[in-house]
């Protein structure tokens, strides 16, 4: 979310990867800020997923339900 507040303009945003790649092939140019927000709001409705734990206490850095609801609240009105 902060990269593509920081360095989306001019309708583009930054570059969108959802599946692993090789670093080499990391040369995807911006992809439109309207698909990277799309994309951050559907990987934070994983608040649903039953698997995701709610919370990381002995964790940290780890994603979490509280981390998706907190995120979500902050950026989604």
């Given at each position: 979310?902060?990269l593509?507040?920081?360095?989306?303009?001019?309708?583009?945003?930054?570059?969108?990867?959802?599946?692993?790649?090789?670093?080499?092939?990391?040369?995807?140019?911006?992809?439109?800020?309207?698909?990277?927000?799309?994309?951050?709001?559907?990987?934070?409705?994983?608040?649903?997923?039953?698997?995701?734990?709610?919370?990381?206490?002995?964790?940290?850095g780890?994603?979490?339900?509280?981390?998706?609801?907190?995120?979500?609240?902050?950026?989604?009105?």
């Open positions: 979310m902060r593509n507040e920081l360095y989306g303009r001019d309708g583009l945003g930054v570059p969108v990867y959802t599946e692993p790649i090789d670093p080499s092939e990391a040369n995807k140019g911006q992809s439109p800020e309207a698909e990277v927000w799309a994309q951050i709001i559907q990987d934070l409705n994983a608040i649903n997923d039953p698997n995701l734990p709610n919370n990381q206490i002995n964790g940290e780890r994603t979490s339900k509280g981390a998706a609801y907190a995120l979500r609240g902050e950026h989604i009105s």
